[in-house]
């Protein structure tokens, strides 16, 4: 069977993260299955750009982000650059398995995909809080409770550990830079999300799945696992969605939160709750954050919504002037 090519990119922002970036891209040259190229995308840093131009061996591609600053910039350049008919992106803080381009090579062999992602692990820095509810692993970075089984068609991929067909690229144009992480304070997402819907809306029928065996380990520090941070990345996942929906719509943009809302959430309560009864006083703290969460993220979605109209009812106010 013929094996396809993969690139891989992973973009980072700063010296802070060092060893985790030397750890990312040691995992990926310690691949079973080689990857065509890796590249290192460094985004408006120019003292990290020469450090890793310095360190790094020659078979890594360091560059620096030719696109609008931010993660999406970085990905778009990235993939510009990229030779392989595959583009797989991996966090800057995230270390493969050494299979994980071999999995995801092995389901490319069915033509009908178009992108793959992988199962996403937390790397706790020490442990895990026992308030996080499996519903909210989301919060930092990895997969959750709620998500179709893996090889299930799914409506988007996950930023830190996905991949697609090169040419779709070409289909999209790319992320869209002004969703999505840049390197100020909120938390934003879903660039990703958009990018996938995009391409659906584009190609009618291409088929994203994750494949569990192709597994990241992604480091989640101690500040992550704040309550303070749950609530302000809940609160910053609202405020995208309402970004997001404004470009493609409710429909589309909110076809997999509701089974999430409606199903998931009230379930992981009842689970909360009937461990807290069981002994573990720990549950009613999952079931209270998912309370918190959920509230967290409407209340964003709503404040994102509110400050779009704004934006209209001004701009139609200027344009009428």
Same mark, same amino acid.
């Given at each position: 069977m013929q094996t396809c090519t993969i690139s891989v990119v992973i973009c980072v922002y700063t010296e802070d993260r060092w060893d985790h970036i030397l750890a990312a891209? /040691?995992?990926? *040259?310690a691949q079973t299955l080689p990857s065509a190229e890796t590249i290192v995308v460094v985004d408006y840093n120019p003292a990290l750009y020469k450090r890793l131009v310095a360190a790094l061996p020659d078979d890594v591609t360091v560059v620096? &982000? *030719? /696109? $609008?600053? @931010?993660? !999406?910039g970085g990905r778009n350049t990235g993939a510009a650059l990229a030779q392989g008919e595959i583009i797989a992106f991996l966090d800057d803080d995230a270390t493969a398995d050494p /299979?994980?381009? %071999?999995?995801l090579t092995e389901d490319y062999a069915n033509q009908d995909i178009? @992108?793959? %992602? %992988?199962l996403t692990l937390p &790397?706790?820095?020490t442990a895990r809080p026992r308030w996080m509810p499996d519903e909210f692993l989301w919060v930092v970075g990895a997969n959750y409770l709620g998500m179709p089984p893996s090889g299930t068609p799914? *409506? &988007?991929l996950f930023g830190g550990n996905m991949s697609f067909r090169r040419e779709v690229f070409e289909l999209v144009d790319g992320f869209r830079t002004d969703i999505g992480r840049t390197q100020g304070r909120l938390p934003l @997402?879903?660039?990703e999300t958009l990018f996938c819907i995009k391409i659906n809306q584009r190609r009618p029928g291409a088929v994203f799945i994750i494949e569990d065996r192709a597994k990241i380990r992604h480091f989640v520090s101690d500040s992550r696992c704040r309550f303070s941070y749950f609530v302000s990345r809940c609160w910053a996942e609202g405020i995208s969605k309402a970004l997001l929906t404004s470009y493609v719509g409710n429909t589309d943009g909110l076809s997999t939160e509701r089974s999430y809302v409606t199903r998931t959430l009230p379930l992981g309560v009842i689970r909360g709750i009937i461990d807290f009864l069981r002994g573990d006083v720990a549950g009613l703290g999952r079931a209270g954050a998912i309370v918190v969460g959920l509230s967290a993220t409407t209340a964003g979605y709503l404040r994102g919504k509110l400050g779009q109209r $704004? *934006? !209209?009812r001004s701009l139609a106010q200027h344009q009428a002037a």
């Open positions: 891209v /040691d995992s990926v *040259r620096e &982000n *030719r /696109d $609008a600053k @931010g993660l !999406s /299979d994980w381009l %071999g999995h178009t @992108g793959i %992602g %992988g &790397n706790w820095q799914i *409506r &988007n @997402g879903d660039e $704004a *934006r !209209s």
